[in-house]
């Protein structure tokens, strides 16, 4: 078991040692859990609590935290916690597994395949005609990859992840287990005998730095794309509609889902489970809570919840409604009475 | 690069054609991003504002806006836009992949498999004991087709599509990819040590014409069968428990969800992220709003939203009270001030 | 096809017959469906009405309706009506597929995984290196099963299933097609030129007697593990996020989810689409109302619905809120009358 010292811990994560710099530990854990030979961490004054009955004996603190008492303890103050407590997890963290270059045998790679070098690609893999692949990218095992799709360099590609025709994937993506991309579009019309299908004829662009969760969903789109820029983040079982564009760094938490030519701009955070509409426009920096339905365009900056999704202010003047309620009624029973009283 | 006219573009839609009928486009593309050389359209009078300010020279408009000022361009009047440019976008669309027919050498198909003709089985499909493939159907790299299932003629089913064992799925049938059909249902019952699986011994039926969503998930049922009836378009990330039946026709949008025996007729509509309780009915042509969770019946033609979902009308009386006691609060204080007085 | 006696039927059950003993059935149905030679059941009160009209001539009743009149039916009175129509089904059930021992010859095994005895691994499904597979347990085809993670035995993990590096499944677990374990949980920092991301290195521990529906997720802990304790049976598309606790016998149903570090108790049900926030506590029995939304920690016993999940009483001073308002509005229009004739 690696063992390290809370001096080599401050040294790597360029923090302010308070306490025993000489004490050892050999691993991380929460500050619940920790026993006294384990490192743990409190990026925020709300887990202030925590503190004070945790076993950890080395504890990376918040600069808030700085002036807290030590009761004992070595605390590493540092800027950022949850950056800093990354690179100390990263110390005692078992190796990733290694996936070596080379096609697996059992791999279906097309002739017209075009592979880049110190690729990797996964046993029953399946690359289709035309496919480009860009040097040191993984693609998993099972895998498909449609006609003439294109994944950058340096990308890893899941296991069991579908990348349908024509889908174009920047450098540096990372693809989680089960994400469809380039399914079709949900495009219908009513017509006299039964729905008649729109056709989807464009295709899904992911831009570099993309990471997306497991089994989330990416459709074609009708005609044009459906483009996620760079550096946005997708958590699981996301639904990505026909259209949509989703801005730079934007993050879409759990079971989120944007409908069909939905823009939203750079750097906006939908929580999770919250929806929005189809051909609308969030602004830059919109925040959606959890769970919330956005019906209508929102300018930059807004903060909306709720379904329909409204200002924090109008959901609060709605949530807080019951007891409203409750006051102007002991107000009209108190007018009842005073009015009895003079008529009596 | 493919060149047409407005003249061309008009036969082809079958459409009346107002202004420059020589007018070449090379493409498609939607109002606001359309280049002077791409044909777009207006299928809705509320987008309306956008045709003032498009690049696009030819577009495609709805009736309703025939009368409106060319400003030269030229309009091709169509019945239904939807429709019309799904033609248009045809023309310009480049090929779908081809999916030739034969079995690929690394599919694995039992010996008592029965395959209809000009079958496509891609790499790494495997097709279990007396399954039943129709005619044209391709069947994508990495399915999983379980023992005794029968899937039509003319059907796509995608690469990484699970069909569990004994399920029967009609002619022309679309399934995208990471569909499952026939995982088991929901059933279990407490018991003295712990919880008692109810076994799922029912299957799914899937009737023709039906499209289903990348992975969108169908349970087997209890006994008896999860039935999908013909002409049914199910978005992504649906839903659908053991023993529901779902009427012809119905569209069910991306992640919504039915709980188990719950039937839908014909023509009903689930927004996004709607939710069906158990055992409950709703009749031909509802309609429920996005994030609705239905909890009781309803009858055919009813509209629901909210959850727990009610009317309309019922709807906009809950949402419009803040409102409604703000007036209310108002009031009171007048009669308190009349009040007062009267007493003085 | 099979026939089987009233009599044989109740002996089987262990429930007491009222009625004709010797009437013969083949098949089960529901009450609604059943034709006169199948045999059906009602385990509630509530849908007593159906068992009027059933054309079903014997019938598994609760021990609630054993007084009922008989209407020339065979009744069959159960303790537990699930647990007992669960075994009539299954004499008439088709077998379940068989899934023989042995390696399939296009299933890639490393040879450094240690495989039990009596085990299925099926078409194209991957082993890593070191993984470790318990006896009697099925492999389904396409499944990759990723480095040094162990499966226990008696499992069944359907095709299709991907579980990544280094997880720990225990004994008699079912996974459903497209489950996904050990993604990377969702993490990220905002750096100075975009988002970092926080590395996941902890594991995913699923115990014994879990069973996990059709494309849910189960993300890797950033640290330690995230957990699902022995006997919890989760339904289709549900999220569970890295860190998170699920107690003992706990139900999560279609397409709820759970947020990081979110610690559930023993027994705690969340109904289908319901959200529970990150860093809470759901303390043990804890039961949750479909697409509720839990923003914060619950005691033992306690049941919550809405968003943000409240008690059921103040729900429902919330939800009758409309018809509260217009009562006091009324009183405010008479309160007005009053005055005016007092003034008069």
Redesign the interface.
């Known amino acids: 078991m690696k063992s390290v010292s809370a001096k080599q811990l401050a040294e790597l994560v360029g923090g302010k040692l308070l306490g025993d710099e000489t004490i050892m530990v050999s691993g991380?854990?929460?500050l619940k859990?920790a026993t006294p030979d384990q490192v743990s961490f409190v990026g925020n004054k709300k887990y202030q609590s925590q503190l004070e009955t945790t076993k950890a004996q080395v504890v990376l603190v918040c600069e808030e935290l700085e002036n807290e008492p030590l009761n004992g303890r070595t605390f590493i103050v540092c800027e950022?916690v949850?950056?800093a407590f990354?690179k100390v997890?990263?110390v005692f963290?078992?190796p990733?597994?290694a996936y070596p270059a080379g096609v697996?045998p059992?791999a279906?790679v097309s002739g017209s395949a075009v592979i880049g070098g110190n690729v990797h690609i996964?046993?029953?893999a399946?690359i289709?005609?035309q496919v480009v692949i860009g040097d040191n990218t993984v693609i998993?095992?099972?895998c498909?990859i449609?006609?003439?799709s294109k994944i950058g360099a340096n990308c890893f590609i899941?296991?069991?992840v579908?990348v349908?025709?024509?889908c174009y994937i920047g450098n540096r993506v990372?693809l989680?287990?089960?994400v469809?991309v380039g399914?079709?579009g949900?495009?219908?019309?009513p017509?006299p005998r039964?729905?008649?299908?729109?056709?989807q004829?464009g295709i899904v662009q992911i831009d570099d730095?993309v990471?997306i969760?497991?089994?989330t969903?990416l459709?074609r789109a009708?005609?044009?794309k459906t483009w996620i820029k760079?550096?946005v983040?997708i958590?699981?079982?996301v639904?990505i509609?026909h259209?949509v564009v989703v801005g730079e760094?934007s993050?879409l938490?759990?079971?989120s889902?944007i409908?069909g030519?939905a823009e939203l701009g750079r750097g906006v955070i939908l929580a999770?489970?919250a929806?929005v509409?189809g051909h609308i426009t969030l602004g830059d920096g919109v925040q959606i809570a959890?769970?919330s339905?956005v019906v209508k365009s929102l300018p930059a900056g807004s903060i909306a919840l709720?379904?329909p999704a409204e200002s924090q202010r109008?959901f609060m003047?709605?949530w807080t409604?019951?007891k409203?309620?409750e006051k102007?009624?002991k107000?009209?029973e108190q007018?009842?009475n005073?009015?009895k009283e003079?008529?009596g």
Chains 1, 2, 3 share one sequence.
């Open positions: 991380v854990s929460s859990d950022c949850d950056l990354s997890i990263m963290a078992p990733a597994p697996h059992s279906v996964g046993p029953c399946v289709s005609d998993g095992a099972g498909y449609g006609h003439e899941s296991p069991n579908t349908m025709y024509r990372i989680h287990p089960g469809v399914g079709d949900f495009g219908f019309v017509g039964g729905i008649i299908k729109i056709p004829t730095d990471e969760g497991a089994n969903t459709d009708r005609f044009g760079a550096g983040k958590d699981n079982q639904m509609a259209n760094c993050l938490v759990a079971q889902g409908a030519s999770a489970k929806g509409n959890g769970t339905g709720g379904t109008e003047t709605r409604l019951p409203k309620v102007l009624s107000k009209i007018l009842e005073k009015l003079l008529k």
